[in-house]
């Protein structure tokens, strides 16, 4: 006697959602905004998701509805951390061909000011590259010009939600991070309010840069040999690592307090393996190590 095939479990409504707005997100970082929001069409993604027509259209009646989550969903999946370990082993390379002059003043300055540099290239490097974030900047640009007054108003809180997540987890980061090398606030920065400002200056500067290198990305190799920021020796510096050095040790200073032993040294290399974790690669992974 034949047996009738199991029937096929039936999607929930909450699964519909998701699997039908992930793969409007993904559309939306692939095309960007240049094609305009009409290529994204409510039809053509429920058929690629695989879903119920009936039950898409229950989660969204109007296509303005369906616009206005897809965008918040994807506004919600730019990330401020790292997409790959890039930056960290850059950071633990400074770290180990520098690590015999830590014991000196001058040989820390020369290791902080070198791993910003080679940390700010990279971080540059990779948000302009990600198509995440080049629509999370469009949109911040181009929302008020979206025709539905109800989707730019969604759309506007969103982005406003995002970018204060973005400075608030960017200030834990410098909060963590000038610990970790022994600096403290200028005056009269101080406190977590101190750190979201330096957060929001650095976040700005940061947009700029990404605007003019969107229109211009060889402008991020051209570099003049300089010792700049009490550094000890020259090295090929970049505009865009400029500028943001100069907001970040604009605000920050050397803690007289710190005494740079042995012990704190190794404190200080714990610390970063934390933060190299927390941000979902291993200390070894970071190092490049093999696994």
Not at 44 to 70: K, M, N, T
Not at 82 to 98: K, M, N, S, W, Y
Not at 102 to 120: K, M, N
Not at 154 to 163: D, F, G, I, K, R
Request: a negative charge; one cysteine or more.
């Amino acid at each position: 006697m034949a047996v009738n095939p199991a029937t096929r479990r039936r999607m929930s409504e909450q699964e519909t959602r998701e699997r039908v707005l992930d793969l409007a997100s993904d559309r939306l970082v692939e095309q960007g905004l240049s094609v305009g929001l009409d290529a994204l069409r409510m039809e053509q993604v429920i058929a690629e998701a695989g879903v119920s027509r009936a039950s898409a259209y229950r989660c969204w009646p109007h296509r303005a509805d369906f616009l206005a989550d897809a965008l918040v969903h994807a506004i919600g999946r730019t990330s401020l951390v790292p997409e790959d370990d890039e930056t960290i082993r850059r950071l633990l390379g400074v770290l180990e061909a520098r690590r015999d002059v830590l014991g000196t003043e001058q040989g820390r300055r020369d290791v902080v000011v070198e791993a910003l540099r080679v940390s700010l290239d990279a971080d540059i490097r990779r948000m302009l590259a990600s198509p995440k974030w080049r629509l999370f900047m469009a949109l911040s640009v181009t929302h008020q010009t979206l025709p539905d007054e109800d989707l730019r108003a969604t759309v506007a809180a969103s982005l406003a939600e995002m970018e204060h997540a973005m400075v608030q987890r960017r200030a834990e980061i410098y909060e963590t991070m000038a610990a970790m090398i022994g600096y403290r606030q200028r005056p009269p920065w101080s406190g977590e309010e101190g750190f979201m400002a330096l957060s929001q200056l650095s976040g700005l500067t940061m947009r700029g840069v990404l605007s003019r290198a969107l229109g211009d990305p060889d402008w991020l190799d051209e570099r003049t040999e300089l010792a700049l920021f009490g550094a000890s020796g020259p090295a090929p510096w970049s505009q865009p690592e400029i500028a943001l050095t100069t907001v970040l040790l604009g605000h920050l200073e050397p803690d007289p307090s710190v005494v740079w032993t042995p012990e704190r040294i190794a404190a200080s290399e714990e610390q970063f393996a934390a933060i190299a974790a927390s941000l979902g690669a291993s200390p070894d992974q970071a190092r490049g190590d093999p696994t």
